[in-house]
């Protein structure tokens, strides 16, 4: 075990962790830091350095936006020297979604960014945030014995488990479940002790890589499902928006969609038009092989790229990232395939 003087930092953004119910309307509201800290006097227990910096207005996550990632991005690459890692407290809703931006925008992150939150205010008192507090900064303050950080990865820590961020996604509204990891296994588990997936399942760094933050986005996206009896005036609506560059098209099982030729019609116009447009199934586990089924296959033949195995929140943010930088289209679909942070298994 490493024996260090650590340091974190914590990131309040908001969430149900750090709420307060609303006596006049009894909705909860987010509320300041302060509310968590007298919550969890064991935060003084650490040897660690533990500062924390927040949003000036914390939010309900439904709220956040991409420039509420840029802003964690460029707290995290302004404190990169000075802390051995980040937790950011951080709504549930989306969650996933935040996690999944960051680990594309913090290329060669060598250091932890633990996204955790609550289901239940930590002023509660069967709260779950208390727990998910404390072990998300154990875990982000954790090294190994030659001072190198455990998981140097954007990560979220959830009811004992520990998840690539960009690999989750919010299954439950209700318990204390509120995530699980699609297609990789958990990279550890809380129980007595904190015990960790195998170096094979960890994101290792080369030696000598160093923080590289993206910032620019671009929101001309869109996410949407297929279903039976979907519409054409509204499929061609959609595909047909001038300033739409990036779909993630949710698809049947392996990647299937209807054959009719209206639709692969209004799919290969988009795509002639300079829109990507990347397969991902309906499916909570599994992947997408277009070229298993007729179904599939008129979606690869027009161009429509495979989402492999990936989750919505991933392919989305890592659209948004892509497009962003003003890569050419060839470009974008090379990298869509390519896992940049863990994101995919191709
Ligand atoms: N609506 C809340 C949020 O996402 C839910 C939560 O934090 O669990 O901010």
């Given at each position: 075990m490493?024996e260090?003087?650590?340091?974190?930092?914590m990131?309040?953004?908001g969430?149900?962790?750090?709420m307060?119910e609303n006596?006049?309307?009894g909705?909860?509201?987010?509320f300041n830091?302060?509310?968590?800290s007298k919550?969890?006097?064991?935060l003084?227990?650490f040897?660690y350095?533990?500062?924390?910096?927040?949003?000036p207005?914390p939010i309900?996550?439904?709220?956040?936006?991409p420039?509420h990632?840029?802003?964690?991005?460029?707290?995290?690459?302004?404190?990169?020297?000075?802390?051995d890692?980040?937790?950011?407290?951080?709504g549930?809703?989306t969650?996933?979604?935040?996690?999944s931006?960051?680990?594309?925008m913090?290329?060669?992150?060598?250091?932890?960014?633990v996204l955790?939150?609550?289901?239940?205010?930590?002023?509660?008192?069967?709260t779950?945030?208390k727990?998910?507090?404390i072990?998300?900064?154990?875990i982000?303050a954790?090294?190994?014995e030659?001072?190198t950080?455990k998981i140097p990865?954007?990560?979220?820590?959830?009811?004992?488990?520990?998840?690539r961020?960009?690999?989750?996604f919010?299954?439950?509204?209700e318990?204390f479940?509120?995530?699980?990891?699609?297609?990789?296994?958990?990279?550890?588990?809380?129980g007595?002790?904190i015990?960790?997936?195998?170096?094979?399942?960890?994101?290792k760094?080369?030696?000598?890589t160093?923080?590289?933050?993206?910032?620019?986005?671009?929101?001309?996206v869109?996410?949407?499902?297929?279903?039976?009896?979907i519409q054409?005036h509204i499929?061609?609506?959609i595909l047909?928006?001038?300033t739409?560059?990036?779909?993630?098209?949710?698809?049947?099982?392996?990647?299937?969609a209807?054959q009719l030729?209206w639709?692969?019609?209004a799919v290969?116009?988009a795509?002639?038009?300079?829109?990507?447009?990347?397969?991902?199934?309906?499916?909570?586990?599994?992947a997408?092989?277009m070229?298993?089924y007729?179904?599939?296959?008129?979606?690869?033949?027009?161009?429509v790229?495979?989402?492999h195995d990936?989750?919505?929140?991933?392919?989305?943010?890592?659209?948004?990232?892509l497009?962003?930088?003003?890569y050419?289209?060839?470009k974008?679909?090379?990298l869509?395939?390519?896992?940049?942070?863990?994101?995919?298994?191709?």
């Amino acid at each position: 075990m490493y024996e260090g003087h650590r340091s974190v930092l914590m990131i309040y953004t908001g969430g149900t962790i750090g709420m307060i119910e609303n006596l006049e309307t009894g909705a909860l509201e987010a509320f300041n830091f302060e509310q968590i800290s007298k919550a969890v006097p064991e935060l003084k227990r650490f040897n660690y350095t533990i500062d924390t910096i927040q949003f000036p207005n914390p939010i309900d996550s439904s709220d956040m936006v991409p420039e509420h990632w840029v802003t964690m991005a460029h707290i995290i690459e302004d404190n990169y020297e000075k802390y051995d890692g980040f937790v950011i407290l951080h709504g549930t809703d989306t969650m996933a979604f935040t996690a999944s931006a960051l680990s594309f925008m913090l290329e060669g992150l060598t250091k932890p960014v633990v996204l955790t939150g609550s289901q239940l205010p930590i002023g509660k008192l069967r709260t779950d945030g208390k727990e998910n507090l404390i072990t998300a900064i154990e875990i982000a303050a954790d090294a190994n014995e030659d001072g190198t950080a455990k998981i140097p990865e954007v990560v979220i820590f959830f009811d004992s488990q520990l998840m690539r961020g960009n690999r989750t996604f919010k299954i439950n509204a209700e318990n204390f479940n509120a995530f699980t990891s699609r297609n990789y296994p958990i990279l550890a588990n809380a129980g007595i002790h904190i015990k960790y997936a195998g170096d094979e399942h960890i994101l290792k760094p080369k030696p000598g890589t160093k923080l590289q933050a993206h910032y620019h986005i671009d929101p001309n996206v869109a996410v949407f499902s297929l279903f039976p009896g979907i519409q054409e005036h509204i499929v061609r609506h959609i595909l047909s928006d001038p300033t739409l560059k990036g779909v993630v098209l949710r698809t049947f099982g392996s990647g299937n969609a209807p054959q009719l030729p209206w639709f692969v019609d209004a799919v290969k116009e988009a795509i002639d038009r300079g829109v990507t447009i990347v397969n991902v199934t309906q499916c909570a586990t599994g992947a997408v092989e277009m070229e298993r089924y007729e179904t599939g296959k008129h979606l690869l033949d027009v161009g429509v790229i495979s989402g492999h195995d990936t989750t919505v929140e991933a392919a989305l943010t890592k659209l948004m990232l892509l497009l962003g930088e003003g890569y050419d289209l060839a470009k974008v679909r090379r990298l869509m395939h390519t896992s940049l942070a863990g994101e995919i298994t191709v």
